[in-house]
């Protein structure tokens, strides 16, 4: 019965093992991309690496740029 029981122990340690890989990314939250501020004729804007290349960006306060 001992055997039979670090058998079971040891068979649910391994599946967790290989589950992990596949479980773990679909609970955890996902990281956010992270966003670029660059001034532009005396205007900060934020350009976002979602947005695409081209599209521009939005604009933000100016506080945003003055620690870059």
């Known amino acids: 019965m001992r055997r039979r ?7 649910l ?3 967790c093992a290989l589950a992990s890989p596949l479980l773990a ?7 956010q991309p992270e966003s ?3 001034e532009i004729a005396g205007m900060c804007v934020e350009e976002a690496p979602d947005l695409g290349a081209g599209l521009g960006g939005r604009l933000v306060d100016m506080s945003f ?4």
């Open 36 to 38: 670029t501020y660059v």
């Open 13 to 15: 340690d391994g599946l």
């Open 25 to 31: 990314p679909a609970l955890l939250p996902s990281p």
């Open 5 to 11: 029981l670090i058998a079971v122990f040891v068979a």
């Open 65 to 68: 740029c003055a620690g870059a």
